[in-house]
């Protein structure tokens, strides 16, 4: 073999190396893309089961003939003020608090902690103490949704609640009237829309596309990432009517 055919096959090899070595990176890129997706999509299930769980209890009352202002009066606690008959309340932009008074002894709160100890729950349908009700704080803090200051989910980047509202404060006149980020004084929330946008554990290298991030921004004027920078994200929306509070 002469030196030139030999240099021809050196180089014959190495295009050979670098074109299954590219491949070998594409195919592990792709792989880690579709498991990051997997990642946000097992996520946002999760999220809607949370918050769907969350919200299904607000302003339940163990005596249903009850009125609300009997049973939810006025309350100030762990930064969460509730005027009277109020079950659902916003916060701040990333911040709800809602009430409830337990079902039965095996409920149990946000945090999975059992109210089997809370006075009252032997007798269903039964009158309840107030001071018992169950009062759960939802907020994102560090990229996590917390619930009274437990880790509900990782990798969150960003929430977003919208209130429906009836047009007085009567608690029989049950309908939405409107949807607003920030509920006035007297308005009572019968419905909430959320959004969360997630994001995956791990980046994803090589370039691809996205525009979730942008899409965000265009929905609610706020901009929480930048696109492109590695992980994977998703936007998961939702809404739910207040059982509780709705014909």
């Known amino acids: 073999m002469t030196l030139i055919e030999l240099m021809i096959a050196m180089t014959l090899s190495l295009f050979l190396i670098l074109g299954v070595t590219q491949m070998f990176l594409d195919g592990q890129n792709n792989a880690r893309y579709f498991n ?3 990642q946000n999509q097992d996520n946002a299930r999760y999220a809607q089961q949370i918050l769907e769980a969350r919200l299904a209890k607000a302003g339940y009352r163990r005596l249903p003939s009850s009125r609300m202002a009997a049973s939810f ?5 762990s930064g969460c003020v509730f005027a009277s008959g109020q079950a659902l309340v916003r916060v701040d932009a ?4 809602l009430r409830y008074q337990p079902r039965d002894s095996v409920d149990v709160d946000c945090t999975g902690a059992s109210l089997s100890a809370r006075p009252g729950l032997s007798k269903p349908y039964s009158s309840y103490i107030p001071s018992n009700n169950v009062v759960e704080k939802l907020t994102l803090s560090g990229a996590k949704l917390l619930c009274n200051g437990t880790t509900l989910l990782d990798n969150v980047v960003a929430v977003r609640f919208d209130y429906g509202v009836d047009a007085s404060s009567d608690e029989y006149n049950r309908k939405v009237a409107q949807y607003v980020d920030t509920p006035a004084s007297g308005q009572t929330v019968r419905s909430l829309r959320y959004s969360l946008l997630l994001a995956s554990s791990a980046n994803v290298s090589g370039g691809l596309a996205a525009t979730t991030c942008q899409r965000w921004q265009d929905l609610y004027g706020s ?3 930048t696109d492109g920078d590695g992980p994977v994200r998703r936007i998961v929306s939702g809404s739910s009517m207040l059982r509780n509070l709705m014909p």
Not at 73 to 77: F, H, I, Y
């Open 94 to 97: 990333s911040t709800l608090c």
């Open 36 to 38: 990051s997706q997997a």
């Open 223 to 225: 901009k929480a990432c």
């Open 73 to 77: 009066p006025a309350l100030n606690s």
